[in-house]
C-alpha cells in the first residue's frame, strides 16, 4: 500500500476494505470531486498530489490543503450525507485506490481501527487549515508560494511540480501578475527554475529558505500525528496478539 492510511491498517481491518478498493489514475488538473456534487468515492492516493479548493461566489479560488499519500479525499463522508464542501483538483499525477462511500462508510462502523484512521486524517487536514488560515493571514505572497511547493513537493518524488501560472493563481487566490512577479523573484534566488510548460523545477533548501515557517510547522505537526496514530494502532493490536497466544 502506497498510501499511508491504509498501509497503518491492521491486516484484519484492511480486509474490510481490500474488496471493494479500486486502482485509478490521477491525471494532471483532473477534478476528483467537485464542491456541491454528492460524495460516492473515497480516494486514497498512493503517489501524486491533489489540492482541496474553495470555490468563492466572485469566482475567485484558493487552496486550503494538499493531499498526498499521507491522506485521502471524501473522507468526511463517514460524518453523514452531504454535498461536498471543496473541489479537488490533481496538481501532480499519480494514482489512487478508490472505495465507494457507502462500503467505506460500513466498514468504517465494523472497525475501531479504521475509525482511528478517519480521526488521523482529520486531525492533519485541521493543522493544515490552522496554519494555512493564519499564514494567509500574516505571511507575504512570496513565502505562501514557495510553502505551498513545498507541500506539494513532500508528495512527489521528484523535484519538477507541473504548475502553470494559472493553476498557482488558483491555489493562492492571488492575480496571475502576482505570480509572475513572485516567481521572477524565486528564480532569482535560485530557488525554483521554471519553462514555458509549466514544469517548476525546485531547489528545495533555497525555496526552504524563501518559505515561511509554516511548511516547516505543518510537517512536524503532522508526522507527530502518524508517530501517535501508529503507537495507538499497535497497542490496540497487542491484546488480541496475546490472546491468540494463550490459546
Known amino acids: 500500500m502506497g498510501n499511508r492510511l491504509l498501509a497503518a491498517l491492521p491486516a484484519p481491518d484492511l480486509g474490510l476494505l481490500e474488496p471493494d478498493l479500486e486502482m485509478i489514475a490521477l ?4 477534478v476528483v470531486s467537485r464542491a456541491g456534487d454528492a460524495i460516492d468515492y ?16 466572485d469566482g475567485h479560488t484558493v487552496a486550503t490543503a494538499a493531499i498526498g499519500r499521507e491522506g485521502a479525499v471524501g473522507l468526511l463522508s463517514v460524518l453523514g450525507p452531504s454535498p461536498s464542501a471543496i473541489t479537488a483538483v490533481v496538481r501532480a499525477t499519480g494514482t489512487a ?3 465507494p462511500a457507502s462500503r467505506f462508510y460500513g466498514a468504517f462502523n465494523r472497525s475501531p481501527a479504521i475509525r482511528r484512521m478517519v480521526q488521523t486524517h482529520i486531525r492533519a487536514l485541521l493543522i493544515q487549515f490552522q496554519l494555512g488560515l493564519a ?3 500574516l505571511h ?9 511547493l513545498l507541500q506539494l513537493r513532500d508528495r512527489v518524488d521528484h523535484d519538477a511540480l507541473p504548475l502553470t501560472q494559472h493553476a498557482l493563481s488558483q491555489m493562492l487566490g492571488v ?7 513572485v516567481m521572477r523573484n524565486l528564480r532569482a534566488r535560485g530557488a525554483i527554475r521554471s519553462d514555458r510548460r509549466g514544469l517548476i523545477e525546485i531547489n528545495r533548501a533555497r525555496l526552504a529558505a524563501a518559505a ?7 510537517r512536524l505537526e503532522v508526522e507527530e500525528i502518524f508517530s ?10 497487542l491484546p488480541e496478539v496475546k490472546s491468540r497466544d494463550a490459546m
Open 140 to 148: 507575504p505572497v512570496q513565502a505562501r508560494m514557495a510553502r505551498w
Open 97 to 99: 485506490f478508490r472505495i
Open 212 to 218: 515561511c515557517e509554516c511548511h516547516n510547522a505543518m
Open 42 to 57: 473515497v480516494l486514497f492516493p498512493n503517489n501524486g498530489a491533489i489540492t482541496l479548493m474553495i470555490d468563492m461566489a
Open 27 to 30: 491525471n494532471q488538473d483532473g
Open 228 to 237: 501517535s496514530n501508529s503507537a495507538q494502532s499497535r497497542a490496540a493490536v
Open 135 to 137: 499564514c494567509n493571514a
Open 175 to 181: 492575480r496571475r501578475t502576482t505570480v509572475t512577479l
